[in-house]
């Protein structure tokens, strides 16, 4: 495996809920290398998205570190997170947050505006087959076509990294297999890894490691000797 884009040591994430303590992330440790697919999977309640949110800048361990290039994202100032987050990360989502007013193009374009370095929103749109539907707006889109926006947004950054929670599970067989398939082509093309929040365990035989997560602690880390063809998936 090719040398670490991000490194956990023992991150932990503790909350105060009614006075009492949750640990919602107990010591995660773990490595992820460029252009490599990390399947999490877990319950829920298991500490998934707390993990992501982690990795993506979004919320800070309350112990451990976080690498990311030879720095330290855990002691980021909030600026820098900022920066991180717009730069560095493209975040793909269960439910596509598109903005409805705002065309496909349009949707693409206003992440485009503020990334440094950024492709051009067509080029984006038409990676995820959409070039033709950038005039539509969401509610004229269906569901497997409004997540490819998202993914489109996602890509126009040229992230460093694709952060992805539950992206299949508002959708179809259909459409589960042309975003998983889209997913694992934008690695392969940007080189980027790609981790994947899921509770399809069939998307997990597509990984090359399988992060198995419960009751906050990251138990076991399975390694993929050979993944499955997204056309092979029995969805």
């Known amino acids: 495996m090719s040398e670490a884009l991000l490194t956990a040591e023992n991150l932990s994430r503790q909350y105060t ?48 570190r976080l690498c990311y290039g030879g720095r330290d994202v855990s002691a980021f100032s ?11 990360v493209g975040f793909i989502f269960q439910f596509f947050n598109l903005i409805p007013s705002l065309t496909a ?3 693409v374009a206003l992440a485009a505006a503020i990334t440094a370095g950024a492709m051009s929103p067509p080029e984006a ?11 539509h707006f969401p509610s004229q889109l269906s569901g497997g076509e409004q997540q490819r926006v998202s993914i489109a947004r996602a890509i126009v950054k040229n992230p460093a990294l694709f952060l992805c929670d539950e992206p299949t599970g508002a959708l179809d ?6 975003v998983v398939r ?9 080189g980027c890894p790609v981790v994947i929040i899921t509770h399809n365990t069939e998307i997990a035989r597509a990984g090359d490691r399988i992060f198995h997560m419960k009751d906050g602690l ?18």
């Open 17 to 64: 809920g009614g006075g009492v303590p949750v640990h919602a992330l107990r010591a995660a440790s773990f490595t992820i290398a460029p252009a490599e697919c990390i399947i999490v999977l877990g319950p829920s309640g298991s500490g998934k998205s707390t993990l992501l949110n982690i990795i993506g800048g979004m919320d800070t361990p309350t112990t451990g």
């Open 78 to 88: 909030a600026r820098e997170l900022t920066e991180y987050r717009r730069d560095a």
């Open 105 to 107: 193009l349009e949707n």
């Open 125 to 135: 749109l038409a990676l995820v087959g959409l070039a033709e539907r950038g005039a």
């Open 173 to 178: 067989t259909q459409n589960s297999a042309t």
């Open 182 to 190: 889209l997913l694992l082509q934008m690695r392969d093309r940007l």
């Open 218 to 235: 990251l138990e076991k880390i399975s390694i993929n000797s050979a993944p499955v063809p997204v056309e092979d998936l029995q969805w």
